[in-house]
């Protein structure tokens, strides 16, 4: 079992930035997929940004709407992923979840591939 525990969310203007952070305990794994989604009320969970680690190569994926702005980064000695989000806009006003897989996925963007999750953070972006 994995329990993943999110923290960093809040208000913060237009512009501004906030750093996620996902705190990950209990089994893990050194070819695992971790990743950042997000869910507006009402809507699907999407993927924001994913970490893919197999053989010693590291795979980062982000998806389209925050490609430039976000950053996604995992300190192993920590087991803690982080999610750095800058340049933050409404739109991005949702509740974000970290999500984790103890092996390597090739489909990163689906929520399936994921068999652990977070209760969720929320951030609020303010115009």
């Known amino acids: 079992q994995v329990q993943l525990v999110e923290s960093g969310g809040g208000l913060v203007q237009a512009g501004g930035s906030l750093r996620l952070s996902c705190a990950a305990s209990?089994?893990?794994?050194?070819?695992?997929?971790m990743g950042w989604f997000r869910q507006a009320r009402g809507k699907e969970r999407d993927v924001v940004a994913a970490i893919r680690t197999r053989l010693g190569y590291t795979h980062y994926d982000y998806g389209d709407s925050v490609k430039g702005r976000f950053t996604i980064s995992a300190d192993h000695a920590k087991n803690t992923l982080y999610l750095q989000m800058s340049t933050l806009k409404p739109v991005d006003t949702t509740t974000y979840y970290c999500a984790a897989d103890l092996h390597y996925r090739v489909n990163y963007a689906l929520v399936s591939e994921y068999d652990y999750w977070g209760q969720g953070t929320q951030v609020t972006v303010s115009s």
């Open positions: 209990g089994r893990t794994s050194s070819g695992a997929t």
